[in-house]
């Protein structure tokens, strides 16, 4: 068989199952076409090395998301007996470890707020503000953190997903094409009402997109633009991590401060945190608990209420 038939057929099962599949696709598509209109028993380890290219230090992550996409591949082909052999390098570099997400302190976050200004500052070669208007990002920030949503997610936010009468939030078709309800509370529901009341006045040209989070210019706001201002907004804050960690803070880790200021909150209320995970894993839109845990980054403060917890019990259990 063709190898471009077998990783068409591969990414259709793939997609199949629930999983979107978009960078391991696109990496195995270019990799059918390096290679050629060769069959898959004509996949030498000389034609997968030459894919791959042999990684030099430091060891980016990217040359470990391309080899683990050829072994989904070459697993597929070896169950279905269309190898009988794996052409993939025997030696493997360490993965470098994943970015550690970055956890705002309240001061930061209010910082990054009062730094929003800047994007009504003009250009000094165009003479234009930002695309992104003050109040859409501030909104935007508080959305991601109050709600612990995915940039894409918020986003993705049509007019019609925010319902501020019952102060809930549709987000459709997430990670594994799940949609969700998720309630917010009262203080991000007024922000949005705020944002809502205002959104219109705050455009060039009239809208020609139904997302509720909207460019001056009337159209979708792209995750890049919004990654590129908020790293505008990072800089001009001065503010960097000097922990040698391979990324600055970036705007996916406030979904990593939401889950972490949760727990530090149902801690300091003294509820059961074990019983209340589960639901935290859901609102998130996590299939398991175990994505969940990996957004619990151990703060000192996480320390600080967890240990208090564990006191509190072993003080009780001492008693007679």
């Not at 979107?20 to 270019?30: D, N, P």
């Not at 994943?98 to 956890?103: E, M, V």
């Not at 200021?261 to 003294?270: I, K, M, S, T």
Request: aromatic share 10%; hydrophobic share 40%.
């Amino acid at each position: 068989m063709k190898l471009a038939q077998v990783v068409e057929d591969y990414v259709a099962w793939k997609r199949s199952l629930g999983f979107r599949f978009r960078t391991a696709g696109k990496i195995l598509g270019t990799f059918a076409r390096a290679a050629g209109p060769v069959d898959i028993l004509d996949v030498s380890e000389q034609v997968v090395a030459g894919f791959l290219k042999r990684p030099k230090p430091p060891i980016r992550t990217s040359w470990h998301t391309k080899y683990y996409a050829l072994v989904g591949l070459v697993r597929f082909a070896l169950q279905r007996g269309l190898l009988s052999t794996s052409p993939l390098p025997f030696f493997v570099p360490k993965r470098p470890e994943y970015a550690t997400p970055y956890i705002y302190s309240t001061d930061e976050l209010r910082r990054i707020l009062d730094g929003s200004k800047i994007l009504d500052a003009r250009n000094r070669k165009s003479g234009q503000a930002a695309s992104i208007a003050p109040l859409t990002f501030r909104t935007l920030i508080l959305v991601l953190y109050g709600a612990g949503l995915r940039l894409s997610e918020a986003l993705a936010l049509t007019v019609d997903d925010v319902d501020l009468s019952a102060s809930t939030l549709v987000v459709r078709n997430s990670k594994f094409f799940k949609t969700r309800l998720l309630p917010i509370g009262p203080q991000l529901s007024s922000t949005l009402r705020h944002y809502a009341d205002n959104r219109l006045r705050l455009l060039s040209r009239p809208p020609s997109a139904n997302t509720f989070f909207l460019r001056r210019q009337g159209t979708a706001i792209s995750g890049q633009l919004a990654e590129r201002y908020f790293r505008m907004v990072r800089s001009y804050l001065g503010m960097r991590r000097e922990d040698g960690a391979y990324f600055q803070p970036r705007l996916h880790d406030l979904r990593h401060t939401f889950a972490v200021h949760r727990l530090v909150a149902w801690y300091r209320q003294g509820a059961d945190v074990q019983l209340l995970l589960p639901k935290l894993s859901t609102y998130l839109g996590h299939i398991g608990l175990a994505e969940t845990q990996h957004y619990l980054t151990m703060t000192p403060e996480l320390l600080r209420e967890a240990g208090r917890r564990f006191e509190s019990y072993a003080t009780l259990e001492a008693r007679p």
